[in-house]
């Protein structure tokens, strides 16, 4: 498992193959609300993200950081390409500042939490000799002696298993001596070991299993130790040989019109999830899960719209992509939808739907993703969060009254029957709960004279009809509809009738 990830994992192993319901009536059933926390800012992407000992650790391109709400160039303070953000508030920890003279790729967290390690491009770190992998204590700040391998080329992502950092990037020698793009160290000497899948092309992701029984590789390879196995491999975790892994099908192989790659990955208890990003039209961009004991296809989901990040919290699995169309769920056309959840025993869509932009240089959005538990950190080369002006880092918890619905228009009032009037209304919507509460109000009074509940997401959008069986005959009535999420109430604006 990727350890920055350590605290929800561990809660999540025993839901990983549970009948978790797809459609949760509100969202402590999603586990977080779609309303993100203030958070401090970067000034480019985020590409790394760990949580441990309280605090949220970043890396990526950027050189300066600024307060929540502070406009792009304003109000800054230098960290360059590495940072720590306090996990409860989410402004800057100031105890927390080295310089490197490089791009962060990755950052994952040991077991305990004690340690950070991080891979990139740089090769220094406050002007001591750190060839793109070095370690931090997560309490103090303080720059680890021991971690510091001599990597050839770039790190882009980093896992624990064990006793073992697990890397992967576009290198080619650790200490001088032959490791293809893939490698592991000690995390208790930093000396080389014999782990050596030996890929012929770059490596995105990589992620150990829970017991570190079997260590998964991710990118666009397409030999492993000289075998052939495109974008995906489930290898030894002391050899690195290539082991049996059926469900490595469920990524195509390449053509002329689709190369589709494995971005991310995440293990939780028996299963290991996938994140897939594709070139060309209709090419693979979704998730998949499969089995770690038996290596079988679980699922595939087939949304299009590169997944770049996955995450599991609480029992769900969080997804950053900048998905347009979802086979059973919402068509093309819809927009690009940046933030989403699955329920992990199948794949289905779940009740969140917060949204980010996509900005430079990568134009896709979310990048990354970690959790500290009971939160969710979301990284990439965004500059708004719902909206409004947040760059490069979010997050988002379970605080808080959530999302409110939107406001429901005007109802459509029809009375055929003596003392009675139907209320008829397009459902709203809300972004972490698809189930709402609707009531039909009559008077200044607001008196409740009719109840229901419906599902609504934006993809689909039904009418509820809503009917008041007292009303006095003969007189003129006004209604509307308030909308309730077990949270918030929202409600409409008048329109009147005279009942029959």
């Known amino acids: 498992m990727r350890l920055r990830r350590m605290t929800a994992a561990l809660a999540a192993a ?90 962060v790729w990755s950052i994952v967290a040991s077991p305990d939490g004690t340690k950070i390690y991080i891979g990139g491009d740089f090769t220094r770190v406050d002007g001591q000799v750190r060839n793109r992998i070095a370690a931090f204590d997560a ?34 020698l650790v200490n001088n001596v032959a ?28 992620d150990a299993a829970d017991d570190n029984s079997k260590v998964y590789l991710g990118g666009t390879f397409a ?79 087939t949304c299009l719209g590169a997944t770049e990040a996955i995450t599991m919290v609480n029992g769900w699995l969080f997804k950053g992509s900048h998905a347009h169309s979802c086979p059973g769920a919402f068509p093309d056309g819809t927009g690009a939808h940046f933030l989403l959840l699955q329920n992990p025993a199948n794949g289905n869509l779940g009740p969140w739907f917060p949204n980010t932009n996509a900005g430079p240089p990568t134009e896709v959005g979310p990048l990354v993703s970690a959790t500290g538990g009971s939160d969710l950190w979301v990284g990439g080369d965004f500059t708004k969060v719902m909206g409004a002006n947040q760059q490069g880092l979010t997050r988002f918890n379970n605080l808080g009254a959530g999302a409110k ?24 919507l809300d972004n972490d709960d698809i189930t709402l509460t609707y009531r039909l109000l009559r008077g200044g009074s607001n008196t409740v004279v009719a109840t229901t509940t419906a599902n609504s997401t934006f993809w689909s959008r039904p009418t509820v009809t809503l009917t008041d069986t007292t009303a006095p005959s003969g007189t003129s009535q006004q209604y509307r509809i308030e909308v309730y999420d077990g949270n918030n109430v929202v409600r409409g604006g008048f329109a009147g009738i005279t009942v029959r």
């Open 139 to 172: 309490t103090t700040g303080a720059l680890l002696p021991n971690i510091r391998p001599n990597v050839s080329y770039r790190v882009k992502t980093v896992a624990v298993g064990g006793d073992s950092l697990y890397f992967g990037g576009s290198f080619g």
């Open 405 to 428: 619905p939107l406001g429901p228009v005007l109802p459509t009032l029809s009375s055929t029957t003596t003392g009675q009037v139907r209320a008829t209304v397009q459902t709203s």
């Open 223 to 301: 030999r492993i130790g000289g075998i052939s196995r495109w974008a995906v491999a489930s290898v030894n975790n002391s050899t690195g040989a290539l082991l049996p892994f059926a469900a490595a099908s469920a990524v195509p192989l390449p053509s002329s019109r689709c190369t589709s790659r494995v971005k991310d990955i995440e293990t939780s208890g028996d299963v290991v999830y996938f994140a897939n990003a594709g070139d060309g039209g209709g090419c693979f961009d979704g998730t998949w899960a499969a089995n770690i004991g038996t290596g079988s296809l679980i699922w595939k989901n």
């Open 179 to 206: 490791r293809n793009r893939a490698a592991a160290i000690s995390t208790v000497d930093g000396s080389l070991l014999p782990w050596n899948p030996n890929a012929d092309a770059d490596v995105y992701a990589i």
């Open 14 to 103: 025993g839901l990983a193959l549970a009948v978790v319901p797809a459609l949760p009536a509100t969202s402590t059933g999603a586990s977080l609300t779609a309303v993100p926390g203030t958070t401090w800012q970067t000034d480019a992407a985020v590409l790394g993200l760990a949580v441990a000992k309280g605090k949220a650790f970043v890396g990526g391109r950027f050189t300066r950081v600024r307060p929540p709400g502070a406009a792009a160039g304003t109000n800054q303070t230098v960290r360059t390409y590495l940072a720590a953000f306090n996990q409860t508030t989410g402004a800057l920890d100031t105890g927390f500042n080295h310089t490197l003279n490089n791009t």
